[in-house]
């Protein structure tokens, strides 16, 4: 079984498959599209934490470059229906540290941003994640920004503007990415944020 490698990135796609050779063997290796752009440059020394999945039918390594990547990662792939490339979907939307303030806060529209996950597979998730993550001790400020950086005041507003926007076609990492920058001020409602939201995003475009 194969926990980590340690070597010479060889090569990297767009879709997030690496190729690390160790010892003068390349092992190939799906990450998440993001996480593998952060091992540096193809030629440079690399160290991944791996996810060995065996199947009947199949072999294949997932790569993280953290341990606690790796271990959010199997306690998805034990809830029911998580595979592979769904768990790394989530990851990919939430880090484990947001992800634990996702489970601590029960919100339901923050997983939602993961494409695929609706709202009644995202609300059995919470139940399945939070008997196999340790959510008990969370910092607060993973918690807010799991909700985007929003306050409890925040979230019922955020989750009508997250709602909008992906009603107008917006991605989930363009929402994510958005509802970080974009606050609820007092007394604003969701078309106030959801104004301030588009005109974010028409200028990051």
Known sequence: ????????????????EVLVEVGGVGYRATMGPAAALTLGDV??????WVHHHIREDAQALYAFSGRDERTCFEALLGAHGVGPSLALAILSV??????????????????????GVGKKTA??????????????????????AAA???????????ADVRD????L???????????????????DDA???????????????
């Open 1 to 16: 079984m194969i926990g980590s490698l340690r070597g010479t990135l060889l090569d990297r796609s767009t879709a997030g």
């Open 43 to 48: 030629g440079s020394e690399v160290f991944v």
């Open 94 to 115: 939430h880090r484990p540290d947001a992800l634990r303030g996702v489970l601590a806060s029960d919100d339901v529209d923050a997983l939602c941003l993961v494409p």
């Open 123 to 144: 609300a059995r998730l919470l139940v399945e994640l939070k008997s196999r993550l340790d959510a008990g001790e969370i910092d607060p400020a993973a918690i807010a």
């Open 148 to 158: 985007g950086g929003s306050t409890s005041t925040e979230r019922p507003v955020l």
């Open 164 to 167: 909008a926007l992906a009603g």
């Open 169 to 187: 076609g917006y991605g989930p990492d363009e929402v994510a990415a958005v509802l970080r920058e974009v606050r609820a001020e007092p007394g």
């Open 191 to 205: 078309g106030d944020v959801l104004k301030r939201a588009l005109q974010h995003l028409a200028v990051a475009r």
